[in-house]
């Protein structure tokens, strides 16, 4: 069956968001957000404080819901990225993931993310140090995009990383020049699967079921990675594998949505300063607007709200009698009407 992965998104996709998506069903995989290393073994707590998920670990570090969860790390020394990888494998992570995909200036200014794809040599160093001292039982894969200043080493460079040993590779569709923008240059994550013996994995602007569908078409590949488009509509993973199925999905409806996005909200108040209250809630629902109408009518009632009565008293107006209702939705689930 197809793989959909949750991507590792940066101040976004934490763990109370992992934690709600994949009980929302229609995720096979996550990544953590990315773990810097520079020139020491980090402690656990580092890892465990990231990634919660490897304290409640049975085998393999999972989600409440069982959708396994790696570990991501940032840097670009090789021996400690190795180190950390061993121990990150050690604490029981499923898998190591490399980032070499992020695109922003602080991270690339400091030596990781995108800024490594200038140089596909360290692509190769960085990846084999870590697989020869990881466990051979823990997959280390990495993410790449299709370049740093434009898109045409993008072939040397993956095939650096699986020359290197990884055991999956990632493909964000873009070089780190075009950032975000559209197109996303699926044909060429395409090139890049049918020159690799190992899995590689399609990401980027994937937004809908014919998103899905175009995008694995173009590039053949059998996995994708989602997450702007999971975050803009939570359940685009559940509507993806009830196509692939043939069955029929009735998708959610706002209201169903926005019980999921105070859940999210009430999990993370302890989680951060109370001058952040609603931080998470506001980006959440700057994703949501994008596929929901009434996401971009609550934005503007809260973006300017600070107070904690005042929030709730939002979601009061909005939720009334389902402010306490869980909804878990399946393939023929009948949604409620907005």
């Known amino acids: 069956m197809p793989q959909i992965a949750l991507a590792p998104m940066e101040g976004v996709v934490d763990y109370p968001l992992r934690t709600l998506l994949t009980r929302l069903g229609g995720i096979d995989s996550c990544v953590t957000e990315f773990v810097r290393v520079t020139n020491l073994t980090l402690p656990r707590k580092v890892f465990t404080r990231l990634c919660p998920e490897l304290l409640a670990i049975k085998d393999i570090s999972r989600t409440p819901s069982g959708t396994p969860v790696a570990v991501q790390l940032l840097g670009g020394n090789p021996e400690w990225i190795a180190r950390n990888g061993r121990k990150v494998a050690q604490l029981g992570a499923a898998a190591v993931d490399i980032n070499f995909g992020c695109p922003a200036k602080t991270v690339n200014r400091h030596d990781g993310g995108a800024c490594l794809l200038q140089t596909p040599e360290r692509v190769y160093n960085i990846i084999k140090a870590t697989r020869d001292l990881v466990p051979a039982d823990t997959p280390v894969s990495a993410k790449i995009r299709l370049g740093y200043s434009d898109r045409k080493p993008y072939l040397e460079i993956a095939q650096a990383a699986a020359e290197a040993g990884a055991n999956r590779l990632t493909v964000h569709a873009r070089s780190k020049a075009d950032g975000y923008r559209p197109p996303a240059y699926w044909d060429c994550v395409g ?66 949505v926005a019980a999921l996005v105070r859940e999210h909200y009430e999990v993370s108040k302890p989680l951060f300063p109370k001058k952040y209250l609603g931080n998470r809630l506001k980006q959440w629902l700057a994703h949501l607007k994008r596929h929901y109408p009434g996401a971009q009518l609550f934005f503007d009632k809260v973006k300017t709200l600070r107070t904690e009565a005042e929030i709730d008293a939002c979601f009061h107006a909005l939720l009334g009698p389902y402010l306490h209702e869980p909804y878990l939705p399946g393939p023929s689930t009948a949604a409620r009407s907005d």
């Open 191 to 256: 090139h890049i699967n049918s020159l690799l013996n190992i899995p590689v994995v399609v990401n980027g602007d994937i937004w809908s079921v014919a998103d899905y569908q175009r995008a694995r078409a173009e590039s053949g590949c059998t996995d994708v990675m989602i997450g702007r488009g999971l975050l803009s509509c939570p359940d685009l993973g559940l509507q993806i594998k009830a196509s692939l199925a043939g069955q029929q999905y009735q998708p959610l409806t706002w209201l169903q």
